[in-house]
Antibody
Framework: QVQLQESGPGLVKPSETLSLTCAVS?????????WGWIRQPPGKGLEWIGS???????YYNSSLKSRVTISVDTSKNQFSLKMNSVTAADTAVYYC????????????WGQGTVVTVSS | QSALTQPPSASGSPGQSVTISCTGT?????????VSWYQQHPDKAPKLMIY???KRPSGVPDRFSGSKSANTASLTVSGLQAEDEADYFC???????????FGGGTKLTVL
């Protein structure tokens, strides 16, 4: 069974960079599929941040593209999210998920990690 | 404001059926057969219930069904059960420019 687990700081200061990692078990990232990040602000809906293929090809939400970088490390079977210049509006639960074709189809999800942007 | 429009709430009694709509445009819902639906219980990760408009992943009860007409997709939950009470989100492929868009979510209450 595919399992994903997010990790990273739960508190980030405004204007700094948010960094999260998603460790994958039960499936080798190098075998295929896309791998995505989705977030959910408190009490609000879901927002796709971006996805990456095992070969490093990336796809980003156009509204976040200027601040986001997603990378993959197949040797560690994990992928990562970096978001710079964060503000309070970036406070959210951040989920990683296995993505089928970058079309909104996420079959496996991590449990989510809360990131708060505050000084 | 979400790209796809869902009603904020829906409700039904146990055993009844309820349908949740998800309205987009010809650039997303209407243009592709890549609509997915997610169920989310409080403080839990979303769970995929429907993909490619009407397909169910293994383990999802056949009480859950999906359909699409023009720019509106729908999720129908038949034979409502207490455990169906949750938030439901739709998503669609939106083309090569901004590939994935979500609806704002619908809170389903089982009366």
């Amino acid at each position: 069974q595919v399992q994903l687990q997010e990790s990273g700081p739960g508190l980030v200061k405004p204007s700094e960079t948010l960094s999260l990692t998603c460790a994958v078990s039960g499936y080798a990232i190098s075998s295929g599929y896309y791998w995505g990040w989705i977030r959910q602000p408190p009490g609000k809906g879901l927002e796709w941040i971006g996805s990456i293929y095992h070969n490093g090809n990336t796809y980003y939400n156009s509204s976040l593209k200027s601040r986001v970088t997603i990378s993959v490390d197949t040797s560690k079977n994990q992928f990562s999210l970096k978001m710079n210049s964060v503000t309070a509006a970036d406070t959210a639960v951040y989920y990683c998920a296995r993505d089928v074709g970058v079309r909104g189809e996420f079959h496996f999800w991590g449990q989510g990690t809360v990131v708060t942007v505050s000084s | 404001q979400s790209a796809l429009t869902q009603p904020p709430s829906a409700s039904g009694s146990p055993g009844q059926s309820v349908t949740i709509s998800c309205t987009g445009t010809s650039s997303d819902v209407g243009g592709y057969n890549y609509v997915s639906w997610y169920q989310q219980h409080p403080d839990k990760a979303p769970k995929l219930m429907i993909y490619e408009v009407s397909k169910r992943p293994s383990g999802v009860p056949d009480r859950f069904s999906g359909s699409k007409s023009a720019n509106t997709a729908s999720l129908t939950v038949s034979g409502l059960q207490a455990e169906d009470e949750a938030d439901y989100f739709c998503t669609s492929y939106a083309g090569s420019n901004n590939r994935v868009v979500f609806g704002g979510g619908t809170k389903l209450t089982v009366l």
